[in-house]
């Protein structure tokens, strides 16, 4: 008799199917469209073929173009084994390593033959040609258990040297599965742990392209062989895929890295790798930015303090970070070295400093300094700090990662019945903040305990409590505001609230956070005098609300592409003549302009004047104040507005001046 697997499906019902059967039978049983639509199975939560028969008695819920982020992730690998197959297919001999699939599409690396040497850009649209060729063929994927050797007998009878090393390191015990694409002499094979659809033509030959090549060592390692990684985006549809294209490209325009150098504000070079050279433009933007952030913080009860840049060791081991953070610290030797060059080296007291990582031990030591009483809390302390920490070279990406960055940092001291007040006044000025810089949605989520961390499980309890119950106080723990849990994603020391903006073409960045701790007021004593006389540990808020000025001025630059509001726009207003006869009246309008407040050059070139009007929109310039013969006459000026397709607007200088001046008020300054 054959043997009967219970089959529960999420509707609650339960299908008996005989031993042999796969979820494609089950898909099938329920109805034809099902049967089309399904493109793999979730068995007892694991994602698996749908081809591949039940096991015993499973839990089964199938996987159609609907379960978006499944269907991309699968579909992607796909496309991975079929674009090795169609290399190899016109490239005989170059031989294949590892093909995943990435956040929007796949790559594959291969080690090409000596005689090809690496691809090139060039070569892509034949391979593309090759892969429709593959997916119209409609190929089925078969997966199949093999053993280790013949594994690697397989792939050395094969010239596969790469797939032969791997294949021996793989975990004793570990099943190993090879995935046959096609039948017979068309049959193509990759050692692979799957899953796959169940056919080539399950993919949508319009919905890929090839996106570019570059260099990859085997297996990462710089002393290994350079292979050759060619990258793809992948899609479910040809509409996905075309709206990914037109977002791609509208980043690329929008690159902080190009307006930049556009716009001259700053610039970064490999004698100081990840520290920002910043431009007379682009330091401008920053002192707005500054200058706004400190008249919210003075205006919300912080204080600002200035702490030293290097501390020496002994301090960093009692706050903890010698241990868990030293990789990331630049450490520097307590030394003046003598002139002389064999001469001795005089040594300070302590044998290493290190710049700071972050600011949060100063402020203890702030706090430290002489007795506080259970009224003076909260004490809020705020310090544009500016931090080194180390990070690879590789790493390191424009204004977005650098190695030094100064945080809009503080850290607010409370007792613990005035935590939930403090988090919520916290996120009501964050909120605010973000409105005034132009960015009108951001996503809360609660980042909860990690592994590695200091404190006891019920400190953990409660500090995430805290946290859960100020978001809900304040209102925001709603879907409007994106509100999730993330298991494990806490700093050591604390759980904490991160705040995700989302920019002009919908991407998140995440910028603010806040969080309760308790472990470093413990580890650096910090303490106060309670109402009844006895000494209590304060909780220590470490809070930022833009993150750090370098990263956020880059956000900023992608979310207005250079095209900033008229209070941050480093020059407001350029005065421009059309001819050379109305130049003292410019200058005189510039003076005027720049009398009150408002950042004006003036552009007297003896130019046509929509060369200049063409170059001040690249250089992304708010306002143009057009000047000739005739508004010199007559007191007047022409108006014209970057990126409005208006015409130019006749006023008075008087008009212009107060129009000007009322638009360049700081949002935080407006009535
Ligand atoms: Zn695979
Ligand atoms: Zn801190």
Redesign the pocket.
């Known amino acids: 008799m054959t043997k009967m697997f219970k089959i529960a499906l999420p509707d609650g019902s339960v299908k008996e199917m005989p031993e042999g059967s796969t979820p494609a039978d089950v898909a099938a049983a329920i109805g034809p469209g099902l049967a089309k639509a399904a493109l793999a199975a979730r068995i007892d939560g694991e994602v698996r073929d749908i081809t591949r028969p039940f096991e015993g008695d499973a839990s089964l819920s199938l996987i159609t173009s609907r379960d978006e982020a499944d269907a991309l992730e699968l579909v992607r690998h796909d496309y991975a084994h079929v674009l090795a197959e169609a290399v190899q297919n016109l490239y005989p001999g170059t031989q294949i390593t590892f093909g995943p699939a990435t956040d929007d599409g796949f790559y594959y690396d291969f080690a090409p033959t000596a005689e090809h040497g690496a691809f090139t850009e060039e070569e892509l649209p034949a391979i593309e040609e090759e892969m429709r060729r593959i997916i119209s063929a409609d190929k089925r994927l078969v997966r199949e258990v093999w053993s280790r050797e013949q594994v690697r007998d397989f792939f050395e009878s094969e010239g596969e040297a790469f797939k032969a090393e791997w294949v021996m390191e793989l975990p004793e015990g570990e099943t190993i599965t090879m995935y046959r694409t096609g039948d017979g002499e068309e049959a193509w094979v990759d050692l692979c742990r799957g899953p796959h659809l169940a056919s080539t033509g399950k993919l949508d030959p319009q919905a890929f392209k090839l996106t570019r090549v570059s260099g990859a060592y085997w297996r990462g390692d710089p002393k290994n062989p350079m292979l050759s990684r060619i990258y793809g985006t992948a899609w479910l549809n040809k509409k996905q895929l075309d709206a990914y294209l037109v977002r791609l490209e509208e980043a690329g325009k929008r690159d902080h890295r190009k307006i930049g150098q556009e716009m001259d504000l700053f610039h970064l070079q490999a004698e100081a790798h990840g520290s920002v050279f910043w431009h007379p433009k682009g330091y401008l933007i920053w002192r707005e930015l500054e200058a706004y952030m400190r008249r919210r913080l003075d205006a919300a009860g912080y204080e600002e303090v200035k702490t030293p840049q290097l501390m020496d060791a002994r301090q960093w081991e009692k706050s903890g970070h010698w241990g868990k953070y030293r990789e990331n610290m630049f450490v520097v030797p307590d030394e003046i070295p003598s002139t002389e060059d064999d001469a001795a080296i005089f040594s300070g007291d302590a044998e290493l400093m290190a710049l700071k990582p972050?600011?949060?031990p100063a402020?203890v030591l702030i706090f430290n300094q002489g007795i506080k009483s259970y009224r003076d809390l909260p004490i809020r302390m705020a310090e544009f700090g500016c931090c080194h920490r180390n990070e690879p070279h590789g790493a390191l990406h424009g204004l977005l990662r650098v190695r030094q960055f100064t945080q809009d940092?503080a850290?607010i001291f409370v007792r613990q019945d005035q935590l939930v007040d403090e988090i919520v006044a916290f996120c009501d000025l964050l909120d605010s903040v973000y409105h005034d810089l132009g960015f009108d949605s951001y996503a809360i989520k609660l980042a909860l305990r990690p592994e590695q961390r200091y404190g006891s499980d019920e400190e953990w309890d409660r500090a995430e409590q805290v946290l859960r119950d100020a978001v809900a106080k304040a209102g925001r723990n709603t879907p409007e505001y994106g509100w999730a849990e993330l298991p494990g994603e806490g700093a050591f020391y604390a759980p904490k609230l991160e705040f995700h903006l989302t920019d002009a073409i919908g991407r998140t960045w995440q910028v603010g956070t806040i969080?309760a701790?308790t472990v470093?007021p413990e580890r650096l004593d910090a303490s106060y005098i309670g109402e009844d006389g006895q000494k209590h540990r304060p909780v220590?808020l470490?809070?930022a609300i833009i993150g750090t000025f370098e990263r956020f001025i880059g956000i900023l630059i992608e979310h207005y592409a250079g095209k900033f509001p008229l209070w941050l726009a480093p020059v407001q207003a350029v005065v421009a003549t059309i001819v050379s006869d109305a130049d003292a009246y410019a200058q005189e309008l510039a003076a005027k302009l720049s009398a009150a407040g408002i950042r004006v050059e003036t552009d007297l070139r003896n130019e046509k004047i929509n060369y200049k009007v063409r170059e001040h929109s690249l250089a992304k310039v708010p306002l143009l104040l057009v000047v000739g013969k005739r508004e010199a006459e007559e007191g007047t000026v022409a108006l014209r507005r970057l990126g409005s397709d208006e015409h130019q607007k006749m006023m008075s200088v008087d008009e212009a001046v107060a129009m000007i001046r009322g638009e360049a008020i700081a949002p935080d300054r407006r009535a």
């Open positions: 972050m600011n949060c402020h940092d850290h969080q701790d470093l220590m470490h809070r």
